[in-house]
């Protein structure tokens, strides 16, 4: 049986240009070579890039969803694929195996729409926030998940035809779970899969300057877009409840509370609520919406 073609995208915004030459040395030890290699600069030139990675420079940037989306067509015009592989510019692949463990996992199972890999640091650390699970357990033990680590994950081409693609309008922040749950919706499986790792610094979300609006504002344009009316108001008060609970910053805090505010009036995009079959699901799966 042949692999699967696998296409890898990354994004830079040029900051990072030592490791993402190391990232890409280390795509180029994969023992499986991906079809095609597309670099964004998400509103960045790009430094020189290796022979058979494509770069494609933007004027500004479009946020991670945008960023993403962009690279998906990129993708699509140089040649079909079966996977998509999405990797964080300052990650590093530290097994030469990654892609032909992935192309098995996705060969072994049609359905399977996405694959999260486990984000380690130097040492071998994994982050609480950084194990797709609501009781995190061992970040080694994998399985079906409901969502997954936007810094490095397969996507199926034929589930990203069905669904479509990242969701412009979420610029960074949850932009994963939203795709997570439509894929969910559709019927396709989601797998943490622990022994696929991407070195990855150990950092915080909060290093981000928008982070505390995003988050606030995505989560409530995720629950206007995906959620059944009766659960709209019982997700967004649990979330409500644990940020004022964890909030160690009353600066954080009004940024939170502008963002809501901002995802409570503005439009995010056409409404689709999930079946309640799919409620079901990521309730047996330890996650469900509400939460």
């Known amino acids: 049986m042949r692999h699967l073609r696998v296409g890898v995208a990354i994004l830079t915004m040029g900051n990072r240009p030592a490791e993402l030459q190391a990232l890409l040395d280390s795509v180029a030890k994969q023992d499986l070579q991906p079809a095609h290699i597309v670099v964004v600069g998400n509103g960045s030139p790009l430094p020189p890039l290796p022979h058979g990675a494509t770069g494609v420079e933007l004027s500004e940037n479009l946020g ?8 998906l ?28 463990r992935l192309a098995e996992l996705h060969e072994q199972d049609p359905k399977l729409g996405i694959v999260s890999f486990r984000i380690a ?8 926030r950084h194990v797709p699970r609501l009781r995190v357990g061992d970040p080694r033990r994998g399985g079906p998940v409901t969502t997954f680590l936007g810094g490095g994950h397969s996507l199926s081409v034929p589930m990203l035809e069905r669904i479509g693609g990242w969701p412009d309008e979420f610029f960074y922040a949850h932009e994963e779970t939203d795709l997570a749950w439509r894929a969910l919706d559709d019927g396709w499986n ?19 300057a928008v982070f505390h609006r995003m988050v606030a504002r995505n989560r409530v344009w995720l629950a206007k877009r995906h959620l059944p009316a009766l659960l709209v108001p019982l997700y967004l008060g649990v979330w409500a409840a644990l940020t004022a609970v964890r909030s160690r910053s009353a600066a954080g805090m009004r940024a939170w509370a502008a963002g809501f505010a901002e995802g409570v009036r503005t439009p995010c995009g056409r409404r689709r609520p999930m ?6 699901r990521m309730t047996k799966l330890g996650r469900p919406p509400i939460i």
Do not use: M
């Open 64 to 71: 991670v969803s945008g960023g993403r989306n962009v690279a």
């Open 73 to 100: 067509d990129e993708l699509r015009k140089l040649g079909e694929l079966d996977v998509v592989v999405d990797l964080d510019d300052d990650g590093l692949l530290i097994s030469p195996d990654v892609f032909s």
């Open 121 to 128: 640091d130097e040492l071998g650390r994994t982050q609480r």
């Open 190 to 208: 989601i797998r943490y899969a622990p022994e696929i790792v991407l070195q990855h610094p150990y950092t915080s979300p909060t290093r981000h």
């Open 275 to 280: 079946r309640w079959r799919t409620v079901w």
